[in-house]
């Protein structure tokens, strides 16, 4: 798919709810499966990600009594009422699900098989391979420890202390997942700490963590009632369109403000950023607020603290948008984590930005951008839903049109955005 950005014909206003948190989406879907009773989701988001989670769901056991547009009914079948599925999971293009599930079906009494697209299919599997292996998981990676896995249930998994390399929730989602099955308790420590969607769910099925970040075997979950927020990985988009096309006010509304997720908030007002919250609350067990932002002019390059980097991963791609119209070089490092991603989405973005004349330097785990004017171009998002929505994000300031291919996946994340960003006062079209 081909998407055409031009020029904003003028500021962008109004207020907006961005669709419903993908991680939450997948986890709350997955949890409910597991769950004993029924439970009841508000805000699911409906995009092509949580929908293969959901497909996962069903094929496993899992009965939805009622779908109204975000409202979800549904019934799970506890910890030992999975189904063997008749054919492969296709996760699609969604790693989240995968890794999670990976977790929870390697502790059956059942083989399965996990694939998913082109661009899964690609992703590096061993980081939950072998601590699920040192639990005493039996699983088959393709070549290289990619997907397709297949694993061989074992129903007798062990308990581990895991101190992880990297900063995942994934990884550690997957493992406390695995958990809940293994005999004596399963932890994991992290370098840095990742998003935390995870541990304030489990409680609220009734599963008490343990020994900070644990459980343990033979924890049960229940049935609840779950309220998903609005993705700050989506707000991100128009949080940066409304800094960068002059004249603009937003309100986005209903946005999560988790604090492992919030990092983008605070490297845009270290930049400048007319960004106000509002109405912080609780929405569910998690926190929400509403997102004012204006134009404020031309903002300033920083260098991104290393530390907030795992709190912004996935928005990362949409900042060296951003970072590209910014005075001064703004600098990127410790992100290593963006080249394994949907795409290489440094290489991406460093391609992209390149071919609409921006001056950089790409680095193994980062980027040293130094903003300027913005040229027309023909840029490539690579089947990279975020790379491709934050060039479409650069074309509102460009002196001309940017043409996007490679936009196909956009509707894993947010179905709606281009939608939006013309309800909004800005131009992208379909063209190919």
Do not use: W
């Amino acid at each position: 798919m081909i998407l055409e950005a031009q020029p904003a014909g003028g500021p962008l206003t109004g207020e907006l709810v961005p669709p419903g948190d993908k991680s939450i989406s997948h986890r709350a879907l997955i949890f409910s499966c597991l769950a004993s009773g029924r439970s009841r989701i508000e805000g699911l988001l409906d995009s092509e990600d949580v929908k293969a989670t959901l497909a996962a769901c069903r094929q496993l056991g899992m009965t939805v009594l009622e779908d109204d547009g975000g409202r979800l009914l549904v019934e799970g079948v506890g910890e030992r009422g999975l189904s063997a599925p008749e054919s492969a999971l296709d996760m699609g293009n969604s790693g989240t699900a995968m890794r999670l599930l990976a977790g929870v079906l390697a502790a059956q009494p059942f083989d399965s098989e996990l694939v998913g697209d082109a661009s899964l299919s690609r992703r590096p599997m061993g980081r939950i391979v072998n601590p699920l292996t040192a639990m005493g998981a039996r699983i088959e990676t393709g070549a290289g420890g990619t997907p397709p896995l297949m694993i061989h249930g074992n129903p007798a998994l062990r308990g581990i202390d895991y101190t992880s390399p990297i900063a995942s929730a994934q990884v550690k989602s997957c493992l406390l997942l695995a958990g809940l099955y293994a005999s004596g308790s399963t932890t994991v420590t992290e370098p840095l700490k990742s998003r935390d969607h995870t541990e304030k769910m489990l409680p609220v099925f009734g599963v008490d963590l343990h020994g900070g970040c644990g459980v343990k075997g033979g924890s049960r979950l229940q049935g609840a009632s779950l309220s998903v927020p609005s993705d700050i990985s989506s707000a991100a988009f128009f949080l940066v369109a409304a800094a960068l096309v002059p004249g603009s006010e937003l309100l986005l509304r209903r946005v999560g403000l988790n604090e492992t997720r919030d990092g983008i908030l605070h490297v845009m007002q270290a930049m400048g950023a007319d960004l106000d919250v509002r109405n912080r609350r609780r929405y569910g067990e998690e926190i929400v607020a509403d997102l004012r932002i204006r134009h404020a002019g031309r903002l300033r390059g920083i260098e991104i603290p290393a530390g907030r980097v795992p709190s912004m991963i996935d928005e990362l791609p949409v900042l060296l948008a951003l970072a590209a119209t910014a005075d001064g070089t703004t600098r990127l490092r410790g992100a290593a984590e963006l080249r394994v991603k949907e795409s290489d989405r440094l290489d991406v973005m460093a391609r992209g930005l390149a071919a609409m004349g921006v001056e950089l330097e790409e680095f193994e785990d980062g980027m040293d951008v130094r903003g300027g004017p913005l040229a027309a171009a023909a840029v490539d998002g690579a089947g990279d839903h975020r790379c491709a929505m934050s060039f479409c994000v650069l074309g509102q300031v460009a002196d001309g049109a940017v043409s996007v291919s490679g936009c196909e996946n956009i509707d894993t994340s947010y179905p709606g955005f281009g939608d939006d960003l013309r309800r909004a006062g800005g131009r992208v079209e379909q063209v190919g």
